[in-house]
């Protein structure tokens, strides 16, 4: 009866509403925006609009091209469902027309409120928004939007070739990105949102996203704050020749003659495949000198990011290594005897472990420091963090942290991806996500009740979440991270 009784009231609206522009809520889950009428769903406090289209799809004659604006309408849309996952190995509902968004609004509160938008991870070659660890109506409960969205991935995203666009970019999974905060900005007051104060999250592939989309001419007001988790933000990206040249291999694989824009998705998924095999970074953002000009870590460095409040953090133990192959490959790449570096690591005795621990600070840890430090140097709110909480049911069941913290954040359970918290885990999920809805709200993490985050400093500040305590201090890892940077205070 209450779906009946909203989808009345909403009806009722519309025909006193004009033209589609943004307006808000108000007390029904119902949007009106320039791509038509949008009646969401309301559970419990909040109501969802999901699987919203943000842009044309981008198939056929769009395949491998920017993407493009949906017509004005004024058609009313069932936002019911999540939409499809982007194409990708291994999820056969994936699907190449996928350029969707979800919106969570807390029900029956007036705006405008701030709006937090999530970028999911995945290597840029798998993930989606619609998994339920993302859920975004914890976050929303707190009074804000929460947007979670899909971009393209693997070859659909991130191929480069000369034949495919006139530009010669690839990066297209980041112009999907950018289109989607375009989207937010034009319409995200329909939903009660603030457009002038969005903030960025994401961890992994969309940390390292968020950071491209700071250094980005192109997206730099189109948000106020960004988080970024586990961001590793001294990786090397492809130069526009590397990424050129992976592309050939990739077309080589599907034939030099084949209409790419007609090639069947099970056989770009083959071919993506094969070229992944041999090369697991084949396909991620690359230096196109348009939207990305340079590496994460020299785009700091030179001050060019946006000087917006930013959270920045990794987990202490990001990865763990469970063939010998491995852990002698991480070890080779070190460049350091196993003896120098149980030196580094002396509470660690498995040559796996001290692997995955130099893996973890070389990746991670050392680069979220530098990131941390240079971006302070400019002046904007700095806050870091390192995550090492491991959930009461988990301790003694060895598993790599990556993306451990994402469900503190989100409070989701009992779901594919998060397990079922207890008394102990749930306050520490309560805490997290608190500084993340506070520096949403203000750019501030700190609040009432909550331990203390002091800003980042050079005397590397951070907040430690730990299974016994939540504190700011200096950084107890400082001396062979030092090391780790050679001896670089930068």
């Known amino acids: 009866m209450r779906w009946l ?29 320039r791509e038509g009428q949008m009646l969401g769903a309301v559970e419990g406090e909040v109501a969802s609009f999901k699987g919203l289209v943000y842009a044309a799809p981008p198939v056929g004659a769009l395949r491998w091209r920017p993407p493009q604006a949906l017509p004005e309408s004024s058609e009313m849309s069932m936002a019911y469902d999540y939409g499809v996952p982007c194409l990708q190995p291994s999820m056969p509902a994936a699907r190449e027309d ?19 938008v999530f970028i999911h991870g995945g290597g840029f070659v798998t993930g989606t928004a619609s998994n339920p660890l993302f859920d975004g109506s914890r976050l929303a409960q707190a009074g804000l939007i929460v947007v979670t969205v899909n971009y393209r991935l693997g070859a659909l995203g991130w191929l480069t070739h000369s034949a495919l ?114 090369s697991p970074r084949g396909f991620a953002p690359a230096v196109d000198g348009n939207l990305v000009t340079e590496d994460i870590a020299s785009g700091f460095a030179t001050g060019h990011e946006s000087r917006i ?10 990865t763990r290594f469970d063939s010998e192959l491995e852990v002698k490959e991480m070890l080779s790449a070190s460049g350091e005897s196993i003896d120098e570096l149980r ?37 904007a709110p700095t806050f870091r963090y390192r995550f090492g909480y491991v959930p009461e049911a988990r301790r003694g069941i060895p598993d790599e942290g990556h993306g451990r913290e994402l469900q503190f954040i989100f409070g989701v359970e009992g779901v594919p991806g998060a ?37 980042a400093s050079d005397r590397d500040h951070l907040l430690l979440i730990a299974n016994d305590r939540i504190t700011s201090r200096d950084d107890p890892w400082s001396e062979r991270l030092n090391r780790l940077a050679g001896g670089s205070k930068k």
């Open 165 to 278: 666009s006139e530009s010669g970019s690839g990066n297209f999974g980041l112009m999907d990105q950018i289109t989607a905060l375009r989207w937010v900005h034009d319409n995200i007051a329909a939903f009660g949102g603030d457009a002038n104060n969005v903030t960025l999250f994401g961890n992994g592939a969309g940390a390292t996203s968020i950071a491209l989309l700071m250094l980005c001419a192109q997206s730099r007001d189109l948000f106020q704050k960004a988080i970024l988790q586990s961001v590793p933000g001294r990786s090397r990206l492809p130069s526009s020749q590397e990424a050129e040249a992976v592309g050939r291999q990739f077309v080589a694989a599907l034939g030099q003659e084949t209409d790419l824009r007609a090639v069947e998705p099970a056989r770009l998924l083959a071919a993506e495949k094969r070229l992944l095999d041999k």
């Open 5 to 33: 009784f909203t989808l009345v009231a909403a009806s009722s609206f519309l025909c006193c509403a004009g033209a589609a522009v943004a307006q808000a809520v108000g007390q029904f889950p119902f949007a009106l925006t």
């Open 419 to 455: 397990g079922i918290f207890s008394r102990r885990d749930r306050e520490v999920a309560n805490r997290m996500r608190a500084y993340w809805i506070n520096f949403a709200k203000s750019g501030d993490p700190n609040g009432t009740e909550l331990p203390q985050w002091d800003a």
């Open 309 to 318: 409040p930013l959270i920045i953090g990794s987990n202490d133990d990001e």
């Open 98 to 116: 996928c350029l969707t968004l979800n919106v969570f609004r807390p029900f029956g509160v007036d705006g405008p409120l701030p709006v937090m």
């Open 343 to 379: 030196k580094l690591y002396p509470d660690v005795a498995k040559p796996s472990d001290v692997a995955a621990s130099f893996y973890t600070d070389k990746v991670f840890s050392e680069p979220v420091r530098m990131l941390a430090r240079l971006h302070a140097a400019t002046g």
